[in-house]
């Protein structure tokens, strides 16, 4: 059996577009654990009226999961579902495309890679670019993206496959520490440490959109909204995850210097706007 565990919140013509998509599919041996984050939409009503019963778990969340206490519900859920060996997770957003042989050709993926974690590549449907993954230096706290052919040692969960019993020896997610940005590659770095593989196979690819949805840059013009961006789960640059992240992932030895020039970065953009406004201030 293959479990797709999918977060959803009040997107429910996004959540319907990868309903139509999962009916299409040529693999029909899935169970869709749907992780409902308080949705008020009828984000829900289109899942049970779009697959039979038996096809289907919703688990329930209050509404202020984010990405990784969603994951972390279901991590919960299946860690005592009794799980078969030969069972696989594959964990995926529902605002991706992808054609109807999407799921049988990342089960073969794995049927050939069994004590792999194999990342759906994707590919930009604007500007065509392929993520395959990312090379993470821990020691110097600095990513980039896999090249072609090269091996990535940290993974997206935006379509991230594995056997189940890989996943439930991974130990879940951190939500806590890392709500939502930062968490998949805390994840798959852990998976990394823990004697799984990592890869992407062309053969598993899905149309993504790699424009992330949350907070870019700060608003430099403002401490109250460089406070308030820098410090909310939507941005990618908030110094309480990236201070959690380093200390997760880094070496004993860097951890400390990473978190300092974290919050030294922050503090000096906190002065700098602090000073713009003053030096604004009508005389």
């Not at 519900?73 to 997770?89: Q, S």
């Not at 990535?152 to 496959?161: E, K, V």
């Not at 790699?210 to 640059?237: E, Q, Y």
């Amino acid at each position: 059996m293959l479990y797709l565990v999918v977060p959803v919140h009040n997107r429910a013509l996004v959540t319907a577009g990868f309903l139509e998509a999962l009916k299409r599919q040529s693999e029909t041996g899935y169970t869709l654990v749907l992780v409902d984050d308080g949705c008020t939409d009828d984000t829900v009503g289109r899942a049970r009226a779009a697959l039979p019963s038996d096809q289907l778990l919703v688990l329930r969340g209050d509404g202020q999961l984010w990405w990784a206490g969603a994951l972390q519900l279901a991590y919960e859920y299946l860690l005592k579902a009794h799980l078969r060996d030969d069972d696989a997770v594959l964990i995926v957003n529902d605002d991706i495309t992808f054609a109807p042989d999407f799921l049988r050709n990342g089960l073969a993926v794995l049927a050939a890679h069994p004590d792999a974690a194999v990342q759906a590549m994707g590919i930009d449907r604007e500007s065509g670019t392929v993520d395959r993954g990312a090379v993470a230096d821990v020691a110097r706290l600095h990513f980039r993206a896999a090249e072609e052919g090269e091996e990535p040692n940290c993974l997206s969960t935006r379509g991230l496959l594995m056997r189940a019993p890989a996943f439930l020896r991974s130990g879940g997610f951190r939500p806590r520490w890392l709500p939502h940005y930062l968490s998949d590659y805390e994840f798959t770095l852990r998976l990394r440490r823990r004697g799984i593989a990592l890869m992407v196979d062309g053969s598993f690819h899905a149309e993504v959109d790699l424009a992330l949805t949350g907070i870019d840059r700060p608003d430099v013009n403002s401490v109250r909204r460089l406070w308030a961006d820098s410090l909310s789960n939507r941005a990618k640059f908030n110094p309480k995850h990236w201070s959690a992240f380093a200390l997760m992932v880094c070496p004993p030895w860097a951890a400390p210097l990473h978190v300092a020039r974290i919050w030294f970065g922050f503090g000096r953009s906190l002065l700098r706007a602090s000073l713009q406004r003053t030096h604004h201030v009508p005389q």
